[in-house]
């Protein structure tokens, strides 16, 4: 592993790439080359088994090669109202394809310098790895003062030609003082092959900004890795509803840190599980300061063998008093086949704080479903009735009603797919 | 013959818990049932409107002539069988109109009638919640949550009206209601009884069925109907307690 991709970094950069941040490409590619792909040995990936990758040389997937037509085919099918458009396509700004309201700048991330941003977050053989080989990226930002109404939709559609590429994403958010907008990563492929998406991202809330985030994966057959560090200075408010629905490896590193005082964080995640798909949420929600809330729902339905990770830790920090934290992780096995493995944790270390967690996993509530059958609605109509219920409470904090349509039109797909 | 019970005897496990119960109830009639905690009210109920994990180990069942042993839930529903749950069950995120509307339409669809619109609902569910004297409000919750105890029973008796069985089993409608709702409860039933409509209420108190006059009452001790009789009965029992039929069997 360690020749070829030190190889591949050299014929990479010899192609003229990775001029920017020199340096720091060589820490990254020293890191991911000493560490090398995590083994199940590894607290953190205990469950999720990623040593098959190391047996594979995954090499950089190039933009050029991309099929317009196909592009545009996607982007079709996936309209959705009153949403303004930023097409990344294999990690790269696509202007032709976007449209957005002139208040929102937009820039290649190598020109934006976001690269302290990520230094407090620890980073893993994927960061590290995208760290070297990441070549573009996006730069949103939010001006001081400025509320976007309309939802601002990242598609990033990456696109491979065989089974052993990988796309490098990059992407920073800075939400300006007192700004708001909604924003959402739309995860999309037309390829079948089992690539990697290696997706590195950030968002800054300055003071009393606002930003919902809102993740959409649909990539079915390639496996997805993303590290999303979030960081609110006081005041902020930062509402994320995201929706998995299935992919055969789909890692998801999320921290949130209240750097400010009286920071709002909400996560509302909802997996859609089926086959052999993996889904794992690590999330760490750090209250650094004082008079922080936050509320966590993290929500998985599962079938056939498919399977759900979820370690989800709350940090109260020496002092961050009136902190009020909320974590609750579901799970529904709708097969005897499918499997969790949950570790909520709280660790508290001030005294005037009021937080709470709990996991569950279990098959339909049989109470439940006879008093649904006991009025008459059959079998398979109560349990798609019982579950879109379940799913509801993730789904109902989308302010979008188009987003909100989607995410029902998806729940809803998934529950047609039963057969 | 609306039911007809015959040598019902079922078991939980190994627990045997209805011991040769026979029962017959015609079109029209207003049944009471009786008896100590844990004496198979709620078990006979399930049973017959089909809960799961029980087993029959002898006897029969017929609803209008017809066994229903091997029907499953939605089907007894869809012919007419209500049960008014002793314990409603809250279901999270499913909105009550939601909810309501899917079991109306299911029967709809069984009787060969198109589909209610929600609009259409609306207007005739909001006819049906002045029977009960219900809130708006509480079509906008999901069904169950967060409703007190007596709200939960209004609920119950809702879905009765709104579904129109021909057979409504009310397994302690009247616990946890107050004076006032006892009284909008009794005459949301007492208003829909109808000559082809028959009703089991199942009660610990004689104060209901002043309300609701029962033609029969029978009294349910350890599995099998050890009494029968008018109304009176039911007063009896209230005077002598349950100690009085214990006497009766030796
Ligand atoms: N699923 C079960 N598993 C084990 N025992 C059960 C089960 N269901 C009922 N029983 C037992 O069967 C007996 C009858 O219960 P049931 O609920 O029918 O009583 P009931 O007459 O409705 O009592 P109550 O007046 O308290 O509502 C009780 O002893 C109860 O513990
Ligand atoms: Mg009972």
Redesign the interface.
Known sequence: MNSFYGKEFDRWVKDGHGSSNHTLREVGLKHFQELGFPTTRQEEWRFTNVSQLGKSHYSWSSSTKVDEQAIQKLLDEHRIADTYTICMINGVLNKNLSNFHESIIIEDILSANTDSFHENSISTPFTDWNTAFYNSGLYLEIPDNIQIEKPIRVIWINQFNSHTEVVHSKSHVNMGLNSEAVIIDHFLTDSNYESIINHVSGIQLNENSQCEYIKIQEETSAKHFHSLDVIQDANSRYISTQLATGSPLNRNECTIIQQGEGCDSKLYVLGLQRDQHHVDYQTIIRHDNIHGTSREVVKNILRDSSRAVFNGRVIVARGSQKTDAFQSNKNILLSKNARVNANPQLEIYADDVACSHGSTTGELDDDALFYLRSRGIGLDEAQSLMISGFATEVIENISSESIRDLFTLRLENWLEAKA | MMLKIKNLHASVGDKPILKGINLEVKAGEMHAIMGRNGSGKSTLTNII?????YTITDGSIEYKGKSILDD???D???NGI??S?QY???????NNTY?LR??YN??RK?LGQPELDAASFMKLIREKMKLVEMDRSYLKR??NDGFSGGEKKRNEIL?MVT?EPSLSILDETDSGLDIDALKIVANGVNNFRREDRSFIVITHYQRLLKYIEPDVVHVLMDGQIVKTGGKELALALEEKGYGWLDGDQL
């Open positions: 409107t089909g809960k799961e994990g499953s839930p939605e007894r529903a869809l209500f049960q749950f409603p069950v809250v279901i999270h995120g499913v909810f899917t079991a299911a029967k069984y999901s069904v879905q579904l």
